[in-house]
């Protein structure tokens, strides 16, 4: 099945693989239920077909001779199905945020932060597929440079922030500082200190200069992380996901907790909160992190999108003391 189905929405939750699709193996009757009508519409597009092919499509039963004969899944095919259809209206709305930050000037930041193979990048990726790229950009920071190190620490991100009109997707951002850096000893204890000191002033600042920030936290289990990093490894395509930090991931598993714990506890206030991603599931990530950024802003256009714009609680969550942690 293809990437980019343009059908229109379900009510059933798209991503759930406990959904079970209405198709009757049976082959019993006559008129096709409205998923059998989905997965056929979808064939007709998707695949080279016959016109024998094309009329089996019409009938239940010539219908599940076709998925059998093309060895598709169907209740993996609807599932599919349905998160794309889920995922292309907040697409939509997404862009109806983007235009109203154009015309009015507004300066929007989202931070994508977590463990290695949190689902970051996949996830930025299908939040600017159909933006405008001359006011959507993705930073990802490669290692500072020797003048970079001596600089102000925060200098290098600044430079990167958006402009009025821009929204600009971090894949990772200053908390380098707060985790990775102190784990992995590439910056000293008293670097890491004064880091913690100025980023609550940092971001209070550029709330009180009308900055629109999103800090989000990818959370995965230490299992779907090993699970991830194998398949990178076996993937020839996924190559240059790897890298020597990966090696040292899991090894460091209770060091990574304890930092990202103080960075919560330290820089998590109310002007600028830590919202936490349970992402082992990695299309509910997504859907749920495109909704909580929708639910946050207001934008000319909102709503009517066919679907629920409030994040599933399950999901997305506010950093609290107290919350239960898959990572």
Not at 5 to 14: M, V
Request: positive net charge; charged residues 30%; proline residues 4%.
């Amino acid at each position: 099945m293809s990437d980019h189905l343009t059908k229109q929405g379900l009510a059933n939750d798209p991503s759930s693989d406990d959904w079970e699709p209405t198709m009757n193996h049976s082959g019993e009757g006559n008129a096709l239920t409205q998923d059998e009508k989905l997965v056929g519409k979808s064939l007709k597009k998707e695949m080279k077909l016959s016109q024998e092919e094309l009329e089996q499509i019409n009938s239940k039963k010539g219908l599940l001779q076709l998925l059998s004969t093309k060895k598709i899944n169907a209740k993996k095919a609807l599932v599919k199905l349905r998160y794309e259809q889920e995922l292309q209206k907040l697409q939509i709305q997404l862009v109806k945020l983007q235009r109203d930050a154009q015309m009015n000037g507004r300066r929007i930041a989202i931070i994508y932060e977590g463990r290695d193979a949190a689902g970051k990048g996949g996830t930025i990726r299908r939040f600017i597929e159909h933006l405008n790229p001359r006011t959507a950009r993705v930073v990802a920071l490669p290692k500072p440079t020797e003048l970079q190190k001596g600089q102000w620490y925060f200098q290098r991100y600044v430079e990167q922030l958006p402009n009025p009109g821009e929204i600009v997707f971090f894949d990772r951002s200053w908390y380098n500082r707060a985790v990775v850096e102190p784990v992995m000893n590439f910056c000293t204890k008293k670097q890491y200190e004064i880091f913690l000191q100025q980023v609550p002033e940092f971001e209070h600042m550029l709330y009180e200069d009308d900055l629109e920030l999103v800090k989000f936290w990818f959370s995965i289990s230490k299992e779907v992380q090993h699970e991830r990093f194998e398949s990178r490894r076996a993937d020839p395509l996924k190559q240059w996901k790897i890298s020597p930090v990966d090696d040292k991931a899991q090894e460091r598993w209770d060091i990574y907790t304890r930092y990202k714990e103080a960075m919560f506890s330290r820089t998590h206030t109310t002007y600028s909160p830590w919202i936490i991603v349970k992402a082992n599931d990695k299309k509910k990530a997504r859907l749920e992190s495109m909704r909580y950024v929708l639910s946050q802003f207001d934008f000319d256009g909102k709503g009517g999108a066919g679907t629920d714009l409030s994040p599933d609680p399950d999901v997305v969550v506010r950093y609290h003391r107290s919350h239960d942690s898959i990572d």
